[in-house]
């Protein structure tokens, strides 16, 4: 198993320029998440989906697009790239567990892209 | 929403030794609390997880315990070698919820 691939590895973007990062799991997992990660903040998360065909927006959505056609994998886009987008971002994927309250537990991450916003 | 503590300043220690990390929050206190390793240019790793009704967890040398009177977990590495450097991160859980992320202590093992 490949667990989580991100694609591609690094980056380097144009402010106004677009792309798209993605992220495939090969778990079966129900739960992905899209994070950012930038010195002294720790990860943030930017969007995250429940199952196919649906997201949701986490704490910095501002500036990206999500989508999820299929179960395996979580597109994030930024339409307009700005500087204040250079950063690391990681995906994630994890079970849903139904428990009392249901909630996610283990969080398995990709490698990461960094991406560089000129 | 929750704010997570973990001290910002590298944490060096020698071979040998045991490796003591603290995550503090604030407000109410999580339905669980995870602890991941994050080496350089890697994503973070899962470790060890452990529930608001369980005081203590042991995996190998790592061991966490979490304590809801002082709204604290602390991550122990007994026995730390050079391999353990890395960041490590404690994560937040609450049901329904997203998990929340500290910004991570780096360890620095020393031999």
């Known amino acids: 198993n490949a667990g989580v691939t991100q694609t591609p590895k690094f980056r380097v973007l144009k402010t106004g320029q677009s792309m798209t990062l993605l992220c495939a799991q090969d778990m079966n997992h129900e739960y992905m998440y899209w994070y950012r990660q930038d010195p002294g903040m720790g990860l943030r998360l930017i969007h995250y989906?429940?199952?196919?065909?649906?997201?949701a927006k986490g704490e910095v959505p501002d500036g990206y697009n999500v989508s999820r056609l299929k179960k395996q994998n979580f597109l994030l886009g930024l339409e307009s790239a700005a500087p204040s987008q250079t950063s690391v971002y990681f995906c994630?994927?994890?079970?849903?567990?139904?428990?009392?309250?249901?909630?996610?537990?283990?969080?398995?991450f990709g490698p990461g892209t960094r991406l560089l916003v000129l | 929403s929750q704010k997570i503590e973990q001290n910002s300043e590298a944490l060096n220690i020698q071979e040998g030794k045991t490796a003591t990390l603290t995550c503090n929050y604030t407000?109410?206190?999580?339905?669980?609390l995870q602890w991941y390793r994050q080496d350089p240019g890697r994503g973070p790793v899962f470790l060890l997880l452990?529930?608001?009704?369980?005081k203590e967890k042991r995996k190998e040398r790592l061991k966490v315990t979490f304590d809801t009177t002082l709204k604290q977990s602390l991550f122990h590495i007994t026995a730390s070698q050079p391999a353990d450097s890395a960041t490590y991160l404690c994560a937040l859980g609450e049901a329904g919820n997203m998990l929340t992320f500290g910004g991570g202590t780096r360890l620095m093992v020393k031999p």
């Open positions: 452990i529930r608001e009704n369980e």
């Open positions: 407000n109410y206190s999580p339905a669980y």
């Open positions: 989906s429940v199952g196919e065909g649906t997201t």
């Open positions: 994630a994927s994890s079970y849903f567990i139904r428990r009392t309250g249901g909630h996610q537990e283990t969080q398995y």
